[in-house]
């Protein structure tokens, strides 16, 4: 596959992950565009859930559309039921979705304040 396709699927992936985020009440959903600031990934999708109950339900609708969608599943998961973080790990697009507490805890945005911010429509944000 070549890089652009693979640039193309990555942001398709994110675009599609943080939308259904947001459309199920995520709060706070963040796009980081960090592939020229590490290896790990193209994109870091943050949301935040009400409750662990939200996180995993969170968790399972992003995988749900993005199987239903683009036929893609994680290539591996972190965190489970009663966890205040879940990680879905798609390779070139990693979500991570917490409860406030712990989001405020690992900080993920200060850690990669040098990301650009994708809104979930594509446009810069500020």
């Known amino acids: ?10 942001k398709k992936i994110a675009e ?9 009440k995520g709060i706070d959903v963040t ?9 790990l990934a193209d994109y870091f999708v943050l949301a935040t859930g ?24 994680p290539n591996h998961i972190e965190g489970s039921a009663g966890n205040a973080w879940t990680l879905l790990d ?6 991570n979705i917490f ?4 989001r405020e805890f690992y900080k993920l945005e200060r850690l990669w304040n040098g ?7 594509n446009e810069e944000q500020e």
């Open 90 to 95: 798609y390779g070139c697009v990693v979500v």
């Open 115 to 121: 990301a650009e911010v994708i809104s979930i429509n």
């Open 31 to 39: 796009t980081l565009e960090v592939g020229n600031q590490t290896i």
């Open 99 to 102: 409860t406030s507490q712990a």
């Open 1 to 10: 596959m070549s890089e652009n396709i693979q640039k193309e699927t990555a």
């Open 16 to 24: 599609i992950a943080a939308t259904t985020l947001d459309n199920k």
């Open 50 to 73: 009400t409750s662990n109950t939200h996180v995993r339900a969170l968790a399972d609708e992003v995988e749900f559309q993005l199987k239903e969608q683009l036929g893609v599943t």
